[in-house]
């Protein structure tokens, strides 16, 4: 009982916070951003925080929150659009609706799968916000007994499974995740303030910023490559209204399930490094394909392939903030982002996050909600808009992000430097793509370096400088234990293949 | 199974460079006494060794799979890059206004379907407005949209 009055206790709290003027407008400008982009094939959720995160240095940290974490799962909303009426995922997670979605667009019914897409996110997202109102006050109760030897084993872990997990080749992603720690390393020393890679270069003391650094890799890479590779697409045209959104009584039936079945699968990926939305959808799929009844209707424009993909990368799209809020780690690039907005703010993620910002915490899980209302509003009466916005030329959009990227940056931070790092990294950022190396991972490792480093030293420090502590103590040791199992298990899988070729 | 020296070949031997690079840099300027340091230069150390390894993997993997580059038309990347190049240069000498319409027109330029010279200088008209309503307005920065020389 005493929890339960707890958690609503945290409600309420939370809605007071979520629910001010300045936070519900930020909140509506990111979700509503956030379907923007979505819809747009070539800018991703993480290009969009980029070009708003200058924007946050005026906000409250918990409205600038809000505003970014809106962007994030509205992309999910925005990106079923566009996969449902293009065939063109708008972002990379909700490329499985695009099997089902335009097939059902081609036979007249895309108007349905907008609304079934509506309805089963907002029911994932749902879901997912509820179980990280009850288990985040669990895992806080637990992460306070963590010492510096846990964290940085479960950091290892995430890492490990980050790049083990999430498709593209295990060595590729450690290589990109070292890379990002690499550069994290330049700057003056945390402990004794030695000058570290700065080469004698007194701009690089403050060590490189991550607004420009994420501008360059997603930003200004991410505009290069879509110009200097673009293919055509064609549009399914439809008339869409609310009428003929309407899913029959049989649709809606036949959607049930498979929306609550993906939304409990998203939310078990979500919380898992390295995992996420994307993965989770392309799960609940396959989930969904071994249990019908009549399984070759799938692919062929059946609702169900679209209700569980999108339940569950909505579902994931929240739980991915369990860890990042509760441990301070964060399972993939955008969360790493939101650690770093949260950093720059002067806010310390972890498990004392609950307690010493509860309104950041709170109010930040209350305005998903609030969020994921305004969005199912967004997307269903006014889906119109959205159907229009596809026809925005490329041509000239992509100007348009070049210089809020470069305008942005210049007039926050005041000096050029800035900018060469955004050149600069966009000029890297454009030659992993080319090379097949994942961007993601380099941020995540860029983000974590530092924080892994910190644990790793203060741990060894308390032991005395002997390694063994890692392993002595138990949970590190087992932590430490699956990591080794994933990076095994990754070898000999890449072993297999490498050898049946 | 074909020997060729493939795009990954190459990304395994820089990133193995790389990571020499960053191990001895770590372990020359602050020399470490085998891993019981634990200063400065320990984790450097550690994560240069790897990611040297994790270059030679990632290369021989490539010499045995030879992977697909993504192939990108260089001329468009090379006119977006300029821009901003141009941009960084314009901004500080001649400030805002002049910075954003030099990077509109260069960079459209880049587009597979050109808008056209007085398309693009519509545009940037039209996002140095943008800009003011966002940052000047909204957001009430001081913000030098003209000034001669860096004066």
């Not at chain 1, 479960?154 to 995740?177: D, F, H, P, Q, R």
């Not at chain 1, 399930?257 to 609940?284: E, H, K, N, Q, V």
């Not at chain 2, 395994?12 to 085998?34: M, N, R």
């Not at chain 2, 045995?64 to 260089?74: I, Y």
């Amino acid at each position: 009982m005493d929890f339960l009055s707890e958690t609503f206790a945290n409600i309420g709290f939370g809605l007071s916070v979520a629910l001010q003027p300045a936070n519900l407008w930020y909140c509506f400008v990111g979700v509503f951003l956030g379907t923007f982009v979505g819809v747009l094939p070539g800018i991703g959720a993480l290009t969009a925080i980029s070009l708003l995160f200058p924007l946050t240095f005026y906000m409250d940290p918990t409205a600038g929150l809000i505003m970014l974490a809106g962007v994030w799962y509205g992309t999910a909303y925005g990106g079923s659009i566009a996969a449902i009426l293009i065939n063109v995922p708008g972002t990379p997670s909700s490329a499985v609706t695009a099997i089902d979605g335009y097939p059902l667009a081609k036979k007249g019914r895309a108007g349905v799968a907008l609304f079934i897409t509506a309805t089963s996110s907002f029911i994932g997202g749902s879901i997912g916000i509820l179980l990280m109102m009850l288990f985040s006050p669990i895992i806080v109760d637990y992460a306070l007994k963590f010492g510096s030897a846990e964290y940085f084993a479960l950091m290892v872990l995430g890492l490990v499974a980050a790049s083990t997990i999430s498709g593209s080749s295990a060595a590729k992603n450690m290589a990109m995740i070292l890379f990002g720690m690499a550069v994290g390393f330049v700057g003056l020393d945390i402990d004794t303030g030695d000058e570290r890679f700065t080469f004698g270069i007194f701009a690089l003391q403050d060590g490189i910023g991550l607004i420009p650094v994420v501008m360059g890799v997603f930003g200004l890479a991410e505009v290069i490559i879509s110009v200097s590779n673009a293919g055509a697409t064609k549009r399914e045209d439809q008339a869409i209204n609310l009428k003929s959104m309407w899913p029959k009584r049989d649709e809606f039936v036949r959607s049930l399930f498979p929306t609550l079945r993906g939304a409990g699968i998203g939310s078990f990926f979500g919380t898992l490094p390295g995992t996420g939305p994307t993965i989770a959808s392309f799960m609940a799929y396959g989930v969904e394909k071994r249990f019908a009844k009549e399984p070759e209707r799938l692919g062929h424009g059946a609702i169900e392939g679209i209700a569980a993909p999108e339940a569950a990368n909505n579902a994931a799209d929240q739980t991915a903030f369990i860890p990042t809020m509760t441990l301070g780690i964060p399972g993939s690039a955008t969360m790493a982002l939101m650690i770093g907005a949260m950093i720059l703010h002067g806010i310390t993620p972890g498990p004392s996050l609950m307690a010493s910002h509860a309104d950041v915490f709170w109010g930040l899980i209350m305005s998903f909600w609030i969020g994921n209302v305004l969005l199912l509003v967004l997307n269903v009466p006014l889906i119109g808009i959205w159907v229009r916005l596809l026809q925005v030329p490329y041509n000239m959009l992509f100007p348009a992000i070049l210089v809020l990227l470069c305008v942005g940056l210049y007039i926050v931070d005041g000096s050029i430097v800035a900018l060469w790092v955004v050149f600069a990294f966009g000029v890297i950022g454009v030659f992993m793509r080319v090379a097949g190396l994942p961007a993601a991972s380099f941020l995540l490792g860029f983000v974590l370096g530092p924080m892994m480093e910190e644990n790793f030293r203060r741990a060894l420090t308390i032991s005395g400088g002997d390694y063994l502590t890692f392993v002595e103590r138990p949970l590190s040791a087992v932590i430490l234990g699956i990591a080794f199992c994933l990076i095994l298990f990754s070898g000999f899988s890449g072993l297999r293949h490498v050898v049946k070729l | 199974m074909r020997w060729i020296a493939g795009i990954d070949v190459l990304t395994g031997l820089v990133i193995a460079g790389f990571g020499i690079g960053v191990s001895t840099y770590a372990y020359a300027k602050f020399p470490t006494s085998g891993f019981d340091d634990l200063g400065p230069g320990l984790f450097p150390l550690l994560v240069g060794i790897l990611l040297t390894c994790s270059g030679i993997v990632i290369g021989v993997q490539g010499a045995l799979k030879n992977a697909e580059a993504l192939h990108l038309t260089w001329s468009r990347a090379f006119i977006i890059l300029f821009g901003i190049l141009s941009f960084i240069g314009v901004v500080s000498w001649f400030g805002l206004v002049p910075a954003i319409g030099i990077l509109v027109v260069i960079s459209s330029l880049a587009s597979a379907e050109y808008i056209g010279f007085v398309k693009s200088c519509a545009l940037a008209v039209f996002l140095c407005l943008f800009v003011y309503l966002i940052f000047s307005l909204g957001l009430g920065q001081h913000v030098e949209y003209f000034t001669w020389l860096g004066a």
